[in-house]
């Protein structure tokens, strides 16, 4: 396995998953390796998991020790994760990044999954050759975010979290809100049009990106929005983690 290769590993509130990628190309190499988040999402459960899963695409890729990217859903600064999402807060606060080493037997690079998300889509996605500002978008249980500017990219914005007529803006504008509240697409694309004109008056964007699983369903709500912006459906969905974190990871 050659050094153009890395290997991500996306971990989130459900599943685990991982891949050897082709640096070149952002494609797959090896087979997606998943597991099941542990219920509860406790750090020894988790690196524990994540060790078996290693394993097992490290076994696919001939034992090379190739560069290691780990997206994690939190905020992640010098290595300690500073929140949890759908995972135990006993995350909060911890040397994340040297936890994983330690379990993993090698070093990491260990980011936010948002801003893995991010890296996918300029790399080789719907950002590749775009100047500018780009933000990308997940919008699932909540609104994660990741910053692009001049392909440069500005971690941890967690611009899910902007207040907006008195509440997080996920807790109105996240797919889940759909879900919960038995909202029409119409009725969604009404407040997805007052989060994205926020973010608008706000950053003065040149690309909206949309991911999370609910972008394969993009022609059901993107043209209901009305934005200076062009806004489009991610590229890569339930891989962008793992190429976002493998692509950091080789540099």
């Known amino acids: 396995m050659a050094s153009e290769h890395a290997i991500g590993i996306d971990i989130g509130g ?3 998953k991982g891949a050897v990628v082709d640096l070149g190309t952002g494609a797959l190499v090896t087979e997606r390796f998943k597991v099941r988040t542990p219920e509860g999402g406790r750090p020894r459960d ?8 290693l394993a097992g695409i490290a076994e696919e890729a001939d034992g090379t020790r190739l560069p290691l990217g780990v997206c994690f859903p939190a905020v992640v600064k ?8 759908n995972i135990s807060e006993e995350w909060i606060g ?30 080789y996605g719907a950002a590749v050759g775009v100047d ?3 933000i990308l978008t997940t919008l699932g249980t ?57 973010l608008e008056s706000l950053f003065t964007p040149d690309l909206f990106i949309v991911g999370g699983g609910v972008s394969k369903y993009s022609e059901s709500f ?30």
């Open 94 to 123: 911890l040397p994340a990044e040297e936890l994983f080493e330690q379990a993993l037997g090698r070093e990491i690079h260990f980011v936010n999954d948002a801003d893995a998300a991010g890296v996918a889509e300029l790399r």
């Open 14 to 16: 459900t599943g685990i």
């Open 222 to 251: 993107l043209p209901l929005l009305r934005l200076q912006t062009p806004i489009v459906p991610a590229v890569h969905r339930n891989n962008a983690g793992i190429l976002g974190a493998a692509s950091l990871a080789s540099r």
């Open 46 to 53: 988790i690196l524990q998991a994540t060790e078996g899963l």
């Open 142 to 198: 909540g609104i994660g975010s990741a910053l692009i500017n001049d392909g440069a990219l500005v971690p941890n914005t967690e611009l899910g979290h902007l207040e907006l007529d008195g509440h997080d803006a996920e807790r109105r504008a996240a797919y889940s809100a759909m879900e919960r509240e038995s909202l029409s697409w119409e009725q969604w694309a009404q407040r997805l049009q007052r989060y994205y004109t926020h």
């Open 132 to 134: 500018g500002v780009v």
């Open 78 to 85: 010098r290595g300690r994760t500073l929140s949890a999402a």
